[in-house]
């Protein structure tokens, strides 16, 4: 008798299954590692941004005035995932925040001239649905408020 070589449509089936499951499994934290790839763009852009501040500071001894074109401390441009601002510059404070957009819409970190770092979330929002979390401690930078 001869036999017949290859794969029955069962074999098939289950090499199908399984790839499914473990496609399954990778995805969302495929997704979660992403997302927290963007995050290390926000952190990095604010503290560069409170080393030009500071540096602004010690020529200028005032923070007012910051944050614009032409000064040591101008707000980065070309951004992927995160807008930057100055809300709060006064002679002794600021504030800076880097407010996520397009996929990272609805948190925001934010620092200070104390070197106080807090994240928001937006209730409702892609990345609480997601399980980020607010911090007023820390920058989150993993699900449920971890930092």
């Known amino acids: 008798m001869r036999r017949v070589k290859g794969f029955t449509l069962i074999e098939l089936m289950i090499a199908v299954a399984v ?49 614009v074109a032409g000064t040591v401390a101008p707000l980065p441009a070309g951004l992927k995932y995160f807008t930057v601002a100055c809300p709060t510059l006064t002679p002794t404070q600021y504030t800076v925040t880097a407010t996520g957009i397009n996929d990272m819409a609805g948190i925001v970190f934010t620092i200070n001239e104390a070197n106080t770092r807090a994240t928001t979330v937006t209730a409702g929002s892609a990345m609480a649905t997601a399980g980020y979390s607010d911090n007023a401690t820390c920058w989150v930078q993993k699900k449920g408020g971890m930092c």
């Open 19 to 67: 790839v499914a499951i473990l496609a399954a499994i990778a995805m969302p934290s495929y997704t979660d590692y992403m997302r927290r790839s963007k995050i290390a763009e926000a952190t990095s852009a604010l503290l560069s941004m409170r080393t030009k501040l500071e540096q602004f500071y010690q020529d200028q001894r005032t923070f007012a005035g910051a944050c």
